[in-house]
């Protein structure tokens, strides 16, 4: 999630955890401990650009880095804190929830989070919530702004601490059964596809700022289908979009460890365009409608490894980008009938 929202949950944490003995300060150390996480983009310049994209909330987000972290950084604020009566295990269990809820709450967007490393790389991801989701992030901005500002009633403090956590937690449950309900309406429209077998492989993600637009990817074979779904639409109106992975372009590149690390990255949900100059890799988990967040270009007979896949710049959005972000949530299709199989063009820089 956003490092605003990281923020604010943990410093409404860290209110819930101690506030009653640390007063603000358990609110400015749990905004404190709820960003730390993020702090692994400091050694980003030792990194290659893959390594950037693949190692992001990797130890940083090790649910047992951070579980052997929290008593150290607790001991830390004890010794700022001297004077204050709250021993040293306490604030370590202030650190212990307001680190382990950050990658927490970030298992629920697309990118993945390695909560198993050192034993496990594996990026676990629930897809149910957009990385910047306002209607989660204000109860929790609002009991942060309460906390700092409010006068010290104790019994008011908490119930707004309580209602925010309560409230921003009920949210992420509804994304879980929003996921589903769209999965099925994904499901229910595949099935029309006469040329499919149905064994493939899906994810859904929710749109834009949003948990009303749900995104389907369906993959069988080489070939991925794409489409939109809003809560305020017709399910009957679903129509999906062929795209062509580029099996023929990765028989080309031959071998190539770095590639290999981003399609394992992607989890098989990825493009492969063959430029003049260049091939394009395309995660299409992270964006749409042509607009895509992670686009690297491969230089096959580069020697340097840390030169042999290279980050795009972001391109800018398509004009019509916001306008369409707009037609879906109202509900209307994705694509009329009868552009439902044509072939997308190749995202430009």
């Not at 001297?82 to 967007?109: A, K, Q, Y």
């Not at 795009?312 to 199989?341: F, I, M, T």
Request: charged share 20%.
């Amino acid at each position: 999630m956003d490092s605003l929202t990281q923020m604010v949950l943990g410093a409404t944490v860290g209110e819930a955890v101690l506030g009653k003995k640390a007063g603000r300060r358990a609110l400015f150390w749990g905004a404190f401990a709820g960003t730390v996480p993020d702090l692994d983009v400091l050694v980003y310049p030792l990194w290659n650009d893959v390594e950037r994209l693949v190692l992001h909330r990797g130890f940083s987000h090790s649910l047992l880095v951070l579980a052997l972290a929290a008593p150290l950084l607790g001991g830390a604020v004890k010794r700022i804190h001297g004077n204050l009566d709250v021993s040293w295990r306490e604030w370590s269990w202030l650190m212990f929830w307001c680190l382990i809820t950050h990658p927490l709450l970030d298992c629920f967007t697309t990118y993945g989070t390695q909560l198993a490393w050192p034993f496990s790389s594996y990026p676990v991801s629930w897809n149910s919530i957009f990385i910047i989701d306002p209607l989660y992030t204000l109860p929790l901005l609002f009991a942060t702004i309460t906390g700092l500002w409010s006068p010290k009633d104790r019994d008011t403090r908490t119930r707004i601490i309580t209602m925010s956590l309560l409230l921003s937690s009920s949210y992420l449950a509804l994304t879980q059964f929003n996921k589903h309900q769209a999965l099925a309406v994904f499901r229910e429209a595949i099935v029309k596809e006469p040329q499919l077998r149905g064994d493939g492989r899906w994810m859904t993600m929710p749109g834009v700022f949003n948990n009303v637009v749900w995104r389907g990817l369906y993959l069988e074979d080489d070939t991925l289908y794409e489409s939109y779904y809003s809560f305020f639409g017709d399910k009957e109106r679903v129509r999906f979009r062929v795209i062509q992975r580029g099996k023929a372009v990765r028989a080309r590149l031959g071998e190539h460890e770095q590639l290999e690390r981003l399609i394992r990255f992607s989890k098989g949900f990825y493009l492969l365009r063959q430029e003049p100059d260049r091939v394009v890799y395309t995660d299409v988990r992270f964006g749409g409608q042509d607009y895509y967040a992670f686009r690297y270009q491969i230089h096959p007979d580069q020697t340097d490894k840390d030169r042999q896949v290279t980050r795009l710049p972001r391109a800018k959005p398509p004009e019509d980008y916001l306008a369409n972000v707009w037609r879906l949530l109202k509900g209307e299709p994705y694509l009329p009938a009868e552009q439902a199989s044509n072939q997308p063009p190749i995202p430009k820089e």
